[in-house]
């Protein structure tokens, strides 16, 4: 049998404890994905000639360890998120915690953790911070319950958290954890996608009236990996339209799990902007696009088609399930984080990965 198509099998068996058992008992099978994954990532090649005629490159950059997480809440980072001072990180667990974030300095000191009411995600799979939806002043945590591994669930929800009204952070040195703190939702939204259920663990939002979906597709019968959907959300309206198709495996020249999208960051925007620059994050690279779109200056619903522009294939030193990214503070660089459950191996902490400056050539 090809090597390839035995990683692949093993991929899809370790993967299918987490899909059958759920969060807990799925981590069971963690140690077969760890143990195949690299070979598989490696040997799972797919020749595939570049279809599209945007500007590319792909690329090598320097990571250096920015800090560290306490597993202990930490244990399954699915999602980062910068806070609007720069100074600090919002994170989220992977589905099966209890309803919380978290927000931490950079280097993962000082965690504080802020539970809530009102709203229970099934499956969080991302956080992100904006614009509060239309009619809720200042910026907001978001959190993306958009997880739906069996492609079944009837629609899916984003959560929002007002950042004025969580405690002002600690200053001055220290390290450990802080007693949790409840906090209201200020809003909660439902929606379903055009063609029906939809998995995904990649979310950001756009401006105070859309956000950005882009979906974690896997053909049925084989696993192989798709092409990515992108979806906007009209966070006014609760419906979602598809803008692009983006063919990641093709980018990455990988059909496995090295190309399914894991999280994404949006970069920072200046006013009036007719185009989006967006991080997404697979198992193995980190790929930055640019799109022309005239969401930021139009409310016409759906939207035209976003026009990608250029995309740029960056070599990470990868992560074991990587599945949390956020750029900088200046959209010159970015962090990124593990989801997998390191406690269970022993380890006491979890790493965060900083690139300093993304360079293609």
């Known amino acids: 049998m090809d090597v390839a198509i035995k990683g692949r099998r093993l991929e899809r068996f370790g993967m299918s404890l987490y899909l059958v058992f759920g969060r807990r008992t799925g981590r069971i099978g963690f140690g077969i994905f760890c143990g195949v994954f690299a070979l598989s990532s490696a040997m799972a090649q797919a020749s595939i000639a570049p279809r599209t005629s945007e500007r590319s490159c792909e690329g090598r950059v320097e990571t250096r360890e920015a800090g560290r997480f306490s597993v202990d809440p930490i244990d399954e980072a699915s999602g980062l998120a910068l806070s609007p001072d720069g100074q600090h990180f919002f994170v989220t667990n992977d589905s099966g915690d209890s309803p919380r974030f978290f927000r931490t300095r950079l280097d993962g000191s000082t965690i504080e953790e802020f539970s809530f009411k009102g709203y229970k995600p099934i499956d969080a799979e991302d956080i992100s911070v904006g614009p509060c939806p239309s009619g809720i002043t200042g910026s907001c945590v978001a959190l993306a319950d958009i997880g739906d591994n069996r492609d079944r669930r009837k629609n899916v929800t984003l959560g929002f958290f007002r950042i004025d009204e969580l405690p002002k952070p600690p200053t001055g040195p220290g390290r450990g954890r802080l007693a949790a703190v409840e906090i209201p939702l200020a809003k909660k939204i439902k929606f379903v996608y055009p063609e029906g259920p939809r998995n995904a663990e990649a979310f950001g939002v756009l401006n105070s009236r859309y956000g950005v979906i882009v979906s974690k597709r896997q053909e049925k019968k084989s696993r192989a990996t798709l092409p990515a959907d992108v979806y906007v959300v009209d966070f006014e309206k609760e419906q979602t339209a598809k803008v692009a198709e983006w063919d990641v495996p093709t980018w990455v020249k990988d059909q496995g799990l090295g190309a399914l999208v894991t999280g994404l960051s949006i970069a920072p925007m200046a006013a009036g902007s007719g185009s989006v620059r967006i991080l997404l994050l697979t198992y193995r690279d980190v790929i930055e696009v640019t799109a022309t779109t005239d969401i930021l200056t139009s409310t016409t619903w759906p939207p035209k088609p976003w026009v990608l522009t250029s995309r740029s294939v960056l070599k990470v030193d990868p992560l074991e399930q ?26 006491k902490t979890a790493p965060i990965r900083y690139v300093e400056k993304i360079v293609c050539q």
Do not use: C, H, R
């Not at 990214?325 to 962090?335: E, L």
């Not at 984080?337 to 380890?347: N, S, V």
């Open 322 to 347: 990587q599945e949390a990214i956020a750029y900088d503070a200046k959209g010159t660089g970015f962090y990124y984080a593990t989801e997998a459950p390191l406690a269970l191996l022993g380890y």
